[in-house]
């Protein structure tokens, strides 16, 4: 949902948002962030027009692992999928931290703190879990 002015069209939790009779719009750092979480809330592979986008919750959230093992292959998935974003130069820190939103499904809070291809330091949060 990006052009090249790095405009985009704003979401609030998957819905359009509409303002002055038109779709409101996002720019600079504030539509990278909400890309960005698109990304990593979009299935890999759910994407028909790009089966590379998104992350791979199948590879986390089904391999036999414990939560440690479960937070390291999210940690690495989380870099494939933000690392396919030309708008990422580097990906700096990524911290997993356990939501304790449900016992039964496992849920976290992801920070991760990347520098964009502009060099501006920024830090997308998000959460991420098993489905319920």
């Known amino acids: 949902m990006t052009t090249p002015n790095n405009t985009g069209i704003r979401l609030d939790e998957g819905d359009l948002v509409l303002e002055n009779r038109g779709l409101a719009t996002l720019t600079g750092l504030p539509n990278l962030a909400q890309d960005l979480r698109l990304r990593l809330l979009t299935p890999l592979g ?59 499904h496992r849920v976290w809070q992801v920070l991760v703190s990347i520098i964009t291809s502009g060099g501006v330091p920024a830090v997308l949060t998000t959460t991420v879990g098993a489905p319920a």
């Open 46 to 104: 759910d994407d028909r027009y790009d089966t590379r986008y998104g992350l791979d919750y199948a590879a986390v959230f089904t391999t036999p692992a414990n939560a440690h093992e479960m937070r390291d292959l999210l940690r690495l998935n989380i870099v494939r999928t933000l690392g396919g974003d030309s708008r990422v130069q580097e990906i700096r820190d990524i911290q997993v931290t356990d939501a304790h939103t449900d016992p039964h």
